[in-house]
């Protein structure tokens, strides 16, 4: 196997517009970044990912890009980029931008220019389809944040398809020249030095071409994976892009990967395929939705999470490589989604990051997860930000599926917002975010959990996080070791060993708020050292060892 960096190397993602502000105008930027790079280092992580930081008329935060090669302007300058990328580079940080391949911004020039006429030389950069004879769209295709997937355009009269908001119509990657200018803008800024790209709905470059309507009845989170995803040329797209772009450089691909299955995701990130370095799974993050982000919310089984990772640790192990995350900034926050943010804060956020550091596949964290941030609590639509949670809000409020009370209840547990308040650096006014008040609230916990707080305290998460990431460079076993399970069907403990060479770790984690004693057989193992432990209290014999609510623990054994 290719042991490459960006394997073992740990990705930090950073939502700029809320992780530091430098001149107190209540929104995040580049020059708040490159002021908090020595703390970024401190983590023991080796690649920043950056959410879009280019020209953007912000309707979805970013991900509709109206200029790629411009940055966008409330985060400063090109030479604050550069800054950016040097002072990184000096301390060995890798920086990744986020590359938004399958759309653009209703404002960018191509869109604006392709919408002038049927006969502009850039209408086919886009995909544009006459209304169907009852005048309606041309097929019952969904947007991902909601209506139709298509909008008519009054002065051409035909519809132009989005698959996200109305604001970010799709491209058209049948036509070379959107393919080139693509791969043009991947250039410019790998040829400014960065080292690699994680791209935005990378899955759904290819369309089918005939259109069809889709049944609904098949609930969304297959529609993506049947109809939406893994296109006719897809393959041939990414395998084109590697050839023209991404191998004359030593930079890597982290495919977002939604609506890749464990089945297919070979095909993307095969070694002899030569297309993607890795995709970014979307399984665990999404295992319990299947019709719709909102509406399946149900508290998740320790048994489906094993599944999902025992199924994707194969995929691994027949050649390719996968990225692993258990939050990002279109998620809640994964204390509050997977561990107990209340009575267990500390102890199951450490918990958590026990599991994503001995998973093998890049593990990726997001920002404020270091110090284990929880959702927000939201009274009023008008307080919410994000463009799908609003989306939903409003379509209820027409369907009256859900009562309004409901409906917010939902995007307080789901939304995304909740993963997008400014980063808590310390109990000042704004969390020490900002000067001003912020573009999104500040969650009003920050008093209580905050990074200066957190580096003072030696048994704070921030502190687990580094020694564990520390533990993970030190010992290789914890990114490329042979995985193999005890007690599967235990629904609350998890309990796995990884093996690489002479090296044998076992991995213990409590997922319940009760004790459970734990049934593995340590059976010729003379040796056994604790790499690391939650909680202070330490077995005396590894016969019966019981675990204290989301207790974890790694031994080395031998
Ligand atoms: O997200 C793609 C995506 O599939 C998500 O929409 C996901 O399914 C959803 O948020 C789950 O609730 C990417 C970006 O990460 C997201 O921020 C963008 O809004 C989206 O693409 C469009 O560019
Ligand atoms: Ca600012």
Redesign the pocket.
């Known amino acids: 196997m290719n042991l490459n960096w960006f394997k073992k190397g740990v990705v930090y993602q950073i939502y700029p517009r809320s992780f530091k502000d430098s001149n107190a105008d209540g929104i995040g930027d580049l020059k708040g970044i490159t002021s908090k790079l020595d703390y970024i280092k401190s983590l023991n992580v080796d690649i920043i990912w950056i959410?879009p930081i280019f020209k953007s008329p912000n309707k979805?935060?970013g991900?509709?890009v109206s200029d790629y090669c411009a940055i966008m302007p409330e985060f400063g300058t090109m030479s604050d980029f550069d800054e950016l990328l040097n002072e990184a580079h000096q301390r060995d940080l890798k920086i990744v931008l986020?590359l938004?391949p399958?759309?653009t911004s209703d404002k960018h020039s191509w869109f604006k220019k392709a919408k002038q006429s049927k006969n502009s030389p850039y209408r086919d950069f886009y995909i544009w389809k006459k209304p169907s004879p009852d005048g309606g769209p041309p097929n019952n295709w969904k947007s991902?944040?909601g209506g139709s997937a298509w909008t008519f355009d009054d002065s051409t009269e035909e519809y132009y398809l989005h698959?996200?908001?109305k604001y970010?119509p799709d491209l058209n990657w049948e036509n070379p020249k959107v393919r080139e200018g693509i791969y043009e803008v991947m250039r410019f800024w790998l040829d400014k030095g960065i080292d690699g790209f994680r791209m935005?709905?990378v899955s759904l470059l290819s369309k089918d071409l005939s259109f069809e309507n889709i049944d609904p009845n098949i609930g969304f989170r297959k529609i993506?994976e049947k109809h939406y995803a893994n296109g006719p040329k897809i393959h041939q797209y990414l395998h084109e892009m590697h050839e023209k772009v991404m191998k004359h450089y030593d930079a890597f691909s982290m495919g977002?990967g939604?609506?890749i299955t464990q089945d297919n995701a070979h095909l993307y990130v095969g070694e002899d395929r030569k297309e993607l370095d890795m995709i970014y799974h979307?399984d665990i993050?999404?295992n319990n939705?299947i019709n719709g982000?909102y509406e399946d919310i149900s508290e998740f089984e320790l048994i489906n999470i094993k599944n999902i990772f025992r199924g994707w640790q194969k995929v691994m192990t027949k050649g390719g490589w996968i990225a692993n995350a258990l939050g990002?900034?279109?998620?809640a926050r994964l204390v509050s989604r997977f561990g107990n943010d209340k009575k267990y804060h500390k102890e199951s956020a450490k918990m958590l990051i026990t599991l994503m550091a001995t998973q093998n596949g890049t593990l990726n964290i997001y920002q404020g997860d270091e110090i284990g941030m929880t959702n927000i609590q939201l009274d009023n639509i008008e307080e919410v930000n994000d463009?799908?949670s609003r989306n939903f809000y409003y379509e209820n409020l027409e369907s009256q599926k859900f009562s309004e009370e409901e409906a917010l209840e939902m995007i307080n547990n789901?939304g995304?917002d909740n993963a997008r308040t400014p980063m808590q650096w310390n109990k000042e006014d704004y969390a020490g975010f900002s000067e001003i008040q912020p573009w999104l609230q500040v969650n009003p916990n920050f008093e209580k959990i905050n990074v200066e707080q957190q580096i003072a305290d030696s048994e704070s998460v921030l502190n687990y996080y580094r020694s564990i990431l520390a533990l993970k460079k030190e010992h290789n076993v914890f990114t490329y070791g042979k995985f193999e399970e005890f007690e599967k069907n235990n629904k609350n403990i998890y309990t796995y060993s990884k093996t690489l060479g002479y090296q044998k770790i076992v991995v213990f984690l409590n997922f319940s708020e009760f004790e459970n004693v734990i049934d593995y057989e340590f059976g010729n193992e003379k040796n056994y050292d604790l790499l690391i432990n939650n909680y202070k209290f330490v077995t005396k014999t590894l016969e019966n060892i019981c675990l204290k609510p989301y207790q974890s623990i790694i031994f080395n054994v031998n």
């Open positions: 959410s979805d935060n991900y509709d986020d938004v399958n759309h991902f944040f698959l996200f908001t970010q935005d709905v993506i977002e939604v609506g979307f993050l999404e939705i982000k990002n900034h279109d998620f463009i799908q789901e995304r």
